[in-house]
C-alpha cells in the first residue's frame, strides 16, 4: 500500500498536507515536455506526490520517469508553490493543502514511454505553441516560467 493510501485508510478525506515534485524539461530546442493526463485530457507537467523514504528531487526523477520514459539529468530548482491557493479538493473528495516543488531539467535520457493509465501523451511543444487546455494546476507555474524566460531573452 502506498504513502497516501495508507495515510487516507486513517484519516479518510480529512485535509492533509501533501508533497508532490515535477519538473520543466526542455529539449536542445527549448521545447518544454508535457504530459497529457488521462483523468481529464489536460496538459500540464509532469510529476507526482512524494513517498515516504524519498527526496524531493528522488520524487521527481520517479514521477518523470514513470509519466514520461526519461531519465532526467541535474535538476535546478525552479519554485516552491504552497499556502491556501494550492489547497485541493479531489473528485473523490479528499483535500490536501499541497506543497508543491518544482524543478527544471535540461539533460535526460531516453525516449518518450508509449500511453500508460496515467498518460495519455507525452510530447515536447515550442513555448509558442503550448497545448491546450492546459491543466489547471499547472497554468500559473507555465506562466511564471514564460515569463522568466521571457525576462532573460531580453538581457
Known amino acids: 500500500m502506498d504513502y497516501i493510501n495508507k495515510l487516507r485508510s486513517m484519516v479518510g478525506c480529512e485535509k492533509v498536507i ?3 515534485a515535477g519538473a520543466f524539461v526542455f529539449n536542445e530546442e527549448n521545447a518544454l515536455l508535457l504530459q497529457q493526463r488521462s483523468d481529464n485530457q489536460q496538459w500540464g507537467l509532469p510529476g507526482g506526490f512524494m ?7 528522488e520524487t521527481a526523477y520517479r514521477e518523470v520517469y514513470e509519466e514520461t520514459g526519461l531519465k532526467l539529468g541535474e535538476l535546478e530548482l525552479f519554485g516552491i ?7 485541493k479538493t479531489f473528485a473523490n ?15 535526460y535520457e531516453g525516449n518518450l514511454a508509449s500511453p500508460s493509465p ?17 491543466f489547471t494546476d ?5 506562466e511564471e516560467m514564460l515569463t522568466k524566460r521571457e525576462q532573460i531573452s531580453h538581457i
Open 118 to 134: 496515467e498518460t495519455a501523451a507525452t510530447a515536447f511543444f515550442k513555448l509558442d505553441q503550448l497545448p491546450q487546455p492546459l
Open 138 to 142: 499547472h497554468i500559473a507555474f507555465i
Open 81 to 87: 508553490y504552497s499556502g491556501p491557493q494550492y489547497d
Open 51 to 57: 513517498e515516504i523514504g524519498e527526496t524531493l528531487e
Open 93 to 107: 473528495g479528499d483535500q490536501a493543502s499541497l506543497v508543491q516543488v518544482i524543478f527544471t531539467c535540461e539533460k
Open 18 to 20: 501533501m508533497v508532490c
